[in-house]
């Protein structure tokens, strides 16, 4: 007789009240999970502004009887069941023994165990994962992402989830991203107007290197560029910068915030092409890691949607092709972590992280 799962997922979409949705969700995954005892569960609801059910979080609590109970809010959200993003929606993932989860930082953390960490947008240089103690794949919600503990009440600053039990994670990340010219030093800007890199004008140098197939759109996909900023210190992530408008008086690009002191920066352009081609390098690289997969959380910028590709989320469908009905839980946000080789928490920005969770597979299986 085969063993009841550990975990499962339920999504349910609709214009219909936040409550419907969470009762849908909940039946369909309990449904899956066979009369296994539940020891934790995740509910995410979108879009952010969707007032939170408060009595059917209460009730679903109770009925559940898990003692660990999270629920967050994200622009978007999906199962492998469905996705939704600026659209009503409620994914639901559910756990059972000996999986679980547990605070960061409480006596059932244990070393090596994967972590899963949701923030809210940061003013100035962004130190994420401070409460993580290794690194941490999950998402940066927006502004008005709110998130909920076990007692129902808000929970302010991150949060930061241990996942208890024979698991481990594999993370890889689909950037999609093309530059368009070399690393040069930023020589001058004013506030969040950026006017030269080396010698050249901003925006003529933008111009100059837009992409043929780019030109022969009627408008300029603005939102497809970005100024990729590189510290002076080596050893943080370049941080990718949103053009918000262009200046052709002063020949400059208005970014969504001004360089830091001392960076160097180049232009590049997000592709779908070398998305697509990313995805699947990073499928290829999770199907032959030494876990066997049980789960997966998936953490999408809200820019790699259905839009981004034309039709639909592709980085979905080559998920759903490769990896079939394997339940996963995901979000569309403002920025993905992705945790290091060397145990820290990398915060990347328009694109896929892609994390594996599981059993590790026994040598001879590897063989």
């Not at 009369?35 to 679903?60: C, D, G, K, M, N």
């Not at 069941?81 to 953390?109: I, K, M, T, Y």
């Not at 208890?164 to 070399?182: C, F, I, K, W, Y």
């Not at 981004?308 to 980085?315: E, H, K, L, R, S």
């Amino acid at each position: 007789m085969a063993a009841e799962p550990q975990l499962s997922t339920g999504f349910a979409s609709g214009a219909r009240a936040p409550a419907a949705l969470l009762t849908e969700a909940i039946t369909m995954a309990r449904a899956a999970i066979g009369q296994a005892e539940i020891t934790a569960a995740i509910v995410l609801f979108s879009p952010p502004h969707l007032l939170l059910p408060r009595e059917a979080l209460r009730r679903a609590r109770t009925e559940l009887g898990c003692l660990q109970f999270v629920v967050g809010t994200f622009p978007g959200v999906f199962t492998q069941d469905g996705s939704a993003l600026g659209s009503s929606a409620c994914a639901v993932q559910l756990f059972a023994a000996p999986l679980g989860l547990a605070w960061a930082q409480s006596a059932r953390s244990l070393a090596g165990t994967p972590f899963l960490l949701w923030d809210r947008p940061r003013v100035g240089p962004p130190h994420y994962g401070e409460t993580c103690p290794g690194g941490a794949f999950g998402a940066v919600g927006s502004h008005i992402s709110q998130w909920q503990g076990a007692n129902g009440r808000p929970l302010s600053g991150g949060l930061c989830l241990q996942l208890v039990g024979p698991l481990q994670a594999r993370s890889q990340a689909s950037r999609g991203l093309r530059a368009l010219t070399e690393l040069l030093p930023v020589r001058r800007q004013q506030g969040a107007l950026l006017l030269a890199l080396e010698r050249y004008s901003a925006l003529p140098l933008l111009a100059r290197n837009i992409p043929y197939a780019l030109r022969q759109s009627r408008k300029l996909p603005l939102d497809r560029f970005v100024v990729v900023e590189v510290a002076e210190d080596e050893d943080m992530e370049p941080e990718l910068l949103s053009i918000t408008a262009t200046d052709i008086g002063q020949s400059g690009l208005w970014l969504e915030r001004p360089l830091r002191h001392g960076a160097r920066a180049y232009l590049a352009v997000r592709d779908p092409e070398l998305a697509r081609r990313d995805t699947r390098l990073a499928l290829d690289a999770l199907a032959a890691s030494d876990v066997v997969a049980q789960t997966a959380w998936i953490s999408s910028s809200v820019g790699r949607g259905a839009q981004f590709f034309g039709q639909q989320d592709d980085d979905l469908v080559l998920w759903k092709e490769r990896f079939g009905a394997l339940p996963v839980l995901g979000v569309y946000a403002l920025g993905e972590f992705h945790p290091s080789s060397a145990g820290h928490t990398r915060l990347l920005r328009f694109s896929k992280v892609f994390t594996m969770m599981g059993a590790l597979r026994r040598p001879s299986a590897m063989g």
